[in-house]
């Protein structure tokens, strides 16, 4: 069999730093057995940033257009307006599937962008220019899977699913070649009927994926009737003749210890580092799960116990955690980033993999996620001895209020206390924390606390001569079907502005011609329904979440200061930042900008969800 491996865009939230790891343990998997004989992946996010010519703006714009960066909303949206996560982009699946798989319609796209830059404040005519892009990436797909027998859409979030069931429908109307979807999204119900019924996806496998893949493949190269062996295959979704949709068993328990190896080179590595200036970071995984309840978290929606996710704590050895250590180097990447939810959840495994890489002297960097109130001092000392350039702190606030509202922490005076100690102390031995910022949860009243919490924990580190950077905000959104949304909106906890879906007037002569346009009404009616109520949220800082971004953004260090500071830590990505830095006298008016083009080309990473 020969098969094409699909990475849509929006795979993650950035121009693409380093190729997934799902797909390399898929093709690791399908390697490993012989099951086929031509094996490809296709990044189509490589592709779409080199058509956008390596804009983060551009494509963080597009993906926005999408459905992501739902925690950073674009636009002057009030701070008491939260968006219910169900399909925000559906609106742009209708335009697309039609402007695909029909004959171009420029009145139609001026009209959807005419609306969007009124609700993100962007202008009409960079819209259009986005969507003419991608609409190009679609039409240039018919090459790409010429002489394949099957494809494979990996999607890891609504942004990259709307952007598969779009890309996989047009590939179905010129060719019948079957159409695997996998990634944890396709879990989702509302995501997972769409795909099958609406989009050309004619099989989900959305869990355990990295193992089952052959199992999968498997039946396909048996022959005879597939889908009466379907039911063999646990975790999958499909449809039956008939236009129901059919789950299989649901196996939860994933064994760490029987993943395969993963196979990076199956990409094209180079393409990585041309987007990043030279720099290359692979992926690796240690674990999963995670035993914290933060109310805010998307990953308490899909990963429960019980659930066809199941966010239970479970480990690779540490000895086979070596063994793939120096598997990936034989890559020569200039970063590994250990994927897990909470590197640090379990002290003694933590310890073990720090003190094995300590002993192995490896010239490579390494960063992590790590929670905040589990470091100690000593903890500081091995990441140092391990070679951790930078960790990711999920510091949602420093008020300790706040963290017990977000149910954070069941201390959340050690929690803040911990939040303001250790940061700066890794600053002090050249890991670069980032420090993530949430505001406007729904359950607050106001953002000043907050605010002001943020600015003390500031001035400690300019009182210590250290630099202000890797701050970054958020504004919160609601995931549907969350505990969340159940407050809010079912037991009218809070009163809120609620953002959610209708079909606009202008589209209304297009459903018809629009491919299942029955499903396309029917499926509007099972979204949820969420009345606006008034409810206003006062600050002396902002008004609007823009507002909130801003500041947060104002408070960063200059950059010959943020250079001084990395000039300390001799490594290839911090001498190119330092290069690049230096050279910069004044500072343009949006600090985002200006850091997304320098400082995060090579300290900062796409922090894994799967």
Known sequence: MRLLILIPPFVTDTIPQAPPLDVAYIAGALRSEELIEKLRVADLNIQLAFLLRASELDYAILNRL????????????????????????????????????????????????LRQAKILLINPVKIVYLLEIFLSLCKAIKNLI???????????????????IIMSSFIKSIDDIPIIGVGNVWAIPHIAKLSLEYGGIDIALYWGYEILIKNLIGIYNKGGDTKTNLDEVPNLIYKLQSNTIRHTNIETRIDMGALPYPDYSIFDLDSYKSLNEGIISLFLEGGRGCPYRCNFCIN????????????????????????????????NPDRIVFTDLTFNANRKWFNQILNLISKEKLNVDFGCNLRVDLISEEDISMLVKANFYKVILGIESFNASSVALYAKSSDPSYYVKAAMEYP?????????????????????????????????????????????????????????????????????????????????????NIVNKIRKASYTLSYLTTLPYAIKLPYEIQSNYAKTKTDIHRYVYSLWSQP??????????????????????????????????????????????VPYEY
Do not use: C
């Open 66 to 113: 999408f459905g992501g960066l739902l925690y950073a909303i674009p636009g002057e949206y009030p701070l008491n307006m939260f968006l219910v996560d169900a399909l925000p982009s559906y609106e742009l699946l209708l335009v697309l599937d039609y402007l695909v798989n029909n004959d171009y319609n420029a009145e139609l796209l001026l009209e959807y962008a």
């Open 146 to 164: 010429r002489g394949y027998d099957m494809l494979i859409f990996y999607a890891t979030n609504t942004s990259s699913a709307v952007a598969s």
């Open 300 to 331: 308490r929606k899909f990963f429960t116990q019980g659930s066809a996710n199941d966010i239970t704590l479970r480990f690779k050895s540490p000895d086979r955690i070596l063994e793939e250590i120096k598997t990936i180097i034989k890559f």
């Open 560 to 605: 010959h200061e943020i250079a001084l500071y990395l000039s300390r830590r001799p490594s290839k990505s911090v001498k190119k930042a330092y290069q690049d830095l230096i050279t910069i006298r004044e500072l343009e008016e949006d600090r985002f900008i200006l850091y997304s083009l320098i400082l995060s080309k090579y300290l900062k990473w």
């Open 424 to 508: 700066i102390k890794m600053l002090h031995n050249n890991i670069i924390p980032q420090i993530n910022q949430l505001f406007n949860h729904p359950y607050q009243d106001g953002v000043d606390e907050d605010l002001n919490a943020l600015n003390s924990y500031v001035n400690r580190l300019k009182s210590e001569g250290l630099p202000v950077f890797e701050i970054y905000s958020s504004t919160t959104y609601i995931p549907w079907g969350s505990d969340i949304y159940i407050d809010l909106i079912i037991r009218k906890r809070k009163h809120v502005n609620i953002i959610y879906i209708s079909i606009p007037d202008y589209l209304t």
